[in-house]
Structures are given as C-alpha cells and as structure tokens.
C-alpha cells in the first residue's frame, strides 16, 4: 500500500486514541486501588502554568478530529470542554473516534497541496496540506498524548512506553 | 508533492530535532542565568524509574537515525552513549541530523511494504516499513522528544509550546 494522506491521518489518530484510553483506564484503576482521589490525578499537571491531564486529553481529541476533519473538509462536531471524570474523557475518545471513523480515503488522499486556513493564537495561518499534517497536527497531536501520559507517570500510575504506543502494527 | 515514505520521515525528524535543540539552547541559557548546576537539569527525570533528559535525548536521536536508516538500508553509525554536558548533547543533535542529511529520496520513497526486521526488548519483530513508520518509530520518537520538553518545564525552564512545534511550515 502507498502512504497518503489518509493513511497517516485517521489512522494514526484512531490508534493513538485507543491507546490513551487503555492508559486513562489504568489511571482509574490505579486511583480505585489505592483509594485516591481521582480528580487528583485528572487535575495533575506537571507544571503551574501547564495544562492538566483533562484539558491534555481534550486537546489530544480536538487535534486528531480537526485536523483529520480540516483535510477531508467535512463538518466537525463541537466537543464541549465539559469532562470531569475518567468516564468523561472515555466518552470524549470514543466519540472522536466514531467521528474519524465516518472520514473515508478518498475525503483526505489527495489533500496534499489542499489549502488549511485557521487561526493560531490569534494569527490567521494559511497551510498546505502535506506540511499542516506532518509539521503542526502530527507533533502537536503527539505532545498532548504524551504530555497526558507524563502526567499519569509522574503521579506514580504504573504505565509504561508500550501502553504509549499499543499492540505493534506490522 | 505526494506524500512519500521520505517526506514522512528524514525532512520531519531533522525539523522536530532542530527544535529539540532551540529548547535545549534555552535549558542551557536557564541553567546559567540561574546559576544552576546544568547536571541538575540533564539528570531530571519525572519518575524515579524514568529515564533523565540525556537519555531522552539519546534515544529520540537513535529513533530518528535507526528508523530512517533502516528504511533506507543505509548504514547507521553507531552513537555512544556518553553525553555529559548540554554542549555533547547539541553534538549528538548535530551528528544526527548530519546523518540524516545523506539520506535521499531514491533510497527511502517505496519503502512502504519493505522487510525491517529488529529486535524489541528481546524479542524479534518483522515490520513492513509503513507501519514501522506511522505506529512506531514517529509515536516512538515523539513520546521522547516530548518527555525531554516535559522534564525542562517541569523543572522550571521558561520555554512552550511554539518551541516544540517549531517555525510553522506553511
């Protein structure tokens, strides 16, 4: 099979997701089993002014849907940044997979030189394709899942790299 | 431009170790305005069974080097573990993207379905090299160049995201 755009998209995406939500999952049973608080470790974040593990996984899902959802020009649904428990987030995974799952090949091959406008931090960006997936949605969308799993391996959850990256694909 | 085995890898892992650097100059720059002990950055780790910054980025250089390298089937050279100082960690950046730089498009671009053969914590796998790619060795890479922007800003480095991303390819 060639690479596309597809292939290193949705995906991607799916795969990651399903792997952050096997490490949410071992997150609530390590709080369940040692009696912890579990808005101790969904507020835990790795620095003052860093993001914490709820606003972490948002993010993840909002990259994997809006960028998957930008290069196939489809309607995006709103996720409403509402979650407070390890429930909630399973939910926010699970419907920006379902999301990803109705793009198909032919929305997203192709959309290499596809023009991408948004806004960042106030600032209208205007990319192609290609460079949007691979130098600002491919990075930005691994930050934030491993920023969420840094935070779980800091507060002492018992995870580790190949909970990260999943049943190997071969 | 198509997507390509290439354009996916060698030209994004030199882009986000470029970045690692400038993140690594601004450690640096940290440790000597404040007058800390570089050691004491280039030791910190997350967790206590975490691996400390050198090792991160030692091992998101050899992810960058072997992977590219062995989808080209070019040889690797082999990097030393021995890295004590911000300075050898910049060396090491440097030798890596060196290396990278040789790599060419003939060698890399259909690589999709090519045998790679390794062996993971003692056990031996056989990829084709389109999954090796997309669910190993960038998920792989990221994990470590991430937890390497994780340990500095959770040691109190003034640096943030837009230095991870890098400047924004358009």
Avoid: C, W
């Amino acid at each position: 099979m060639t690479l596309s755009m597809y292939q290193a998209s949705v995906p991607v995406f799916i795969h990651a997701l399903t792997n952050l939500s096997t490490v949410l999952q071992k997150a609530a049973a390590h709080a369940e089993a040692k009696k912890i608080d579990p808005s101790a470790l969904l507020g835990a974040r790795l620095y003052p002014d860093m993001h914490p593990l709820v606003r972490q996984v948002q993010t993840a899902t909002d990259l994997a849907k809006n960028s998957s959802g930008r290069l196939a020009e489809a309607d995006r649904p709103a996720h409403e940044d509402t979650e407070q428990t390890f429930d909630e987030l399973q939910a926010r995974i699970a419907k920006t997979i379902t999301f990803l799952q109705t793009l198909t090949p032919a929305q997203i091959d192709g959309s290499e030189e596809k023009t991408i406008n948004m806004t960042i931090r106030g600032h209208d960006v205007s990319f192609r394709g290609q460079p949007y997936l691979l130098y600002f949605a491919q990075p930005n969308f691994y930050f934030h899942v491993t920023t969420a799993y840094a935070i779980l391996r800091h507060s002492g959850v018992e995870i580790g790299k190949m909970d990260f990256i999943g049943p190997l694909q071969n």
